[in-house]
């Protein structure tokens, strides 16, 4: 048990359509990071948020978006969306203090296919 | 840059038997290097973590990876292994554990345990 949270566990959608997904964090975990896992490949990191703003992105458009709230909740929204968006999502939560490799806690992620 | 190589998308072994699983990393800075575990249908579980400390890292259930600077790998091993290792296996790196903490993963190896 990592104490995050995500839901929904599944979820189908159209092509063109918008996604909003959602985590709950550990409390105090002032990071949380989410990433984006296709069928049969690694996790491939979408952003991070600490404290409430954007701490980093990865080879994602603009279309995946974030948002992070003070009571440790977050969301990832994901517009226009394509086939290639089917995957599963993770986030991962963690408490940032000073430098150094914080340990990351995941969720079970979000399911997501795009029909 | 940073990437992540995983020898081998399946491995598998008897019970008992030693487990290898192979991970080369690139990484223009001094890295942080990961090992995680993926159970179905769960996020992934920090085994271990290797951050400029000993070369030589024990995680949990047994598990431990040394860090080889000259062959720019960090094998996992376990001496002998038990149908509940029986999971997906990733190596990850992040050469910016600070401010901007990102994981690379690599594609993921799956254990096979036989009886």
């Known amino acids: 048990e990592t104490g995050v949270t995500q839901s929904p566990t599944h979820l189908i959608k159209t092509r063109g359509q918008q996604v909003t997904l959602r985590c709950s964090s550990q409390?105090?975990?002032?990071?949380v990071s989410w990433y984006q896992q296709a069928l049969g490949q690694g996790p491939q990191f979408i952003f991070q948020y600490y404290r409430e703003e954007e701490n980093g992105r990865g080879n994602f458009p603009p279309r995946f978006s974030g948002l992070q709230f003070p009571n440790y909740s977050s969301e990832l929204n994901v517009n226009a969306l394509e086939l290639d968006d089917s995957a599963l999502y993770l986030c991962a939560s963690s408490i940032k203090v000073g430098t150094g490799a914080e340990k990351l806690f995941f969720g079970s992620g979000t399911q997501l296919s795009v029909l | 840059a940073q990437s992540v190589t995983q020898l081998g998308s399946h491995v598998s072994v008897s019970e008992g038997a030693l487990v290898l699983l192979r991970c080369n990393y690139s990484?223009?800075?001094?890295?942080?290097l990961f090992w995680y575990v993926q159970y179905p249908n769960q996020g992934l579980q920090l085994l271990l973590k290797y951050t400029s400390a000993a070369t030589l890292v024990k995680g949990i259930n047994g598990f431990e990876a040394e860090f080889k600077k000259s062959e720019t790998s960090f094998h996992l091993t376990k001496p002998s292994a038990h149908m509940s290792d029986a999971a997906e296996y990733f190596c990850?790196?992040?050469?910016?554990?600070?401010?901007?903490?990102?994981?690379?993963f690599g594609k993921g190896t799956l254990l096979t345990v036989n009886p």
């Open positions: 990850a790196v992040s050469n910016s554990g600070g401010s901007n903490y990102k994981l690379t």
């Open positions: 990484s223009s800075v001094p890295p942080y």
């Open positions: 409390s105090g975990h002032n990071t």
